[in-house]
């Protein structure tokens, strides 16, 4: 089993920074793939970022390009997603998920990924 667990979630305002976490334990394998995606009320969960563990190739949702990175420490076995000038649209609750099996075309999909953390809020104010 693989255990996630996110922080740094919170409330900001419209222009603002936070930097997600998201701390890995249990199974490890050789080569594996972290997704952060976020759910807002009424709407279904959507795909943020990804980072491979292996190489780091990164992939982002074209409505947060520019604006989030995505990046791993592995020495901590963490995963972190920069948020800079957060939106409104942004305000969701920001999970992390990872799996073995993700290739590039299914890297995206939540629902190839086998393991996920509680979630974390943000929450952004105009």
């Known amino acids: 089993q693989v255990q996630l667990v996110e922080s740094g979630g919170g409330l900001v305002q419209a222009g603002a920074s936070l930097r997600l976490s998201c701390t890995t334990s249990?199974?490890?394998?050789?080569?594996?793939?972290v997704g952060w995606f976020r759910q807002a009320p009424g709407k279904e969960r959507e795909f943020v970022a990804a980072v491979r563990w292996t190489g780091g190739s990164t992939y982002y949702a074209d409505s947060v390009k520019g604006r989030f990175t995505i990046s791993r420490d592995g020495a901590k076995n963490t995963v972190y997603l920069q948020m800079n000038s957060l939106k409104p649209d942004d305000t969701a609750v920001y999970y992390c998920?990872?799996?073995?099996?993700?290739?590039?075309?299914?890297?995206?999909?939540?629902?190839?990924?086998?393991?996920w953390g509680q979630g974390t809020q943000v929450t952004v104010s105009s």
């Open positions: 998920a990872a799996d073995e099996f993700i290739t590039r075309a299914t890297i995206t999909l939540s629902r190839r990924y086998a393991y």
């Open positions: 249990g199974r490890t394998f050789s080569n594996y793939a």
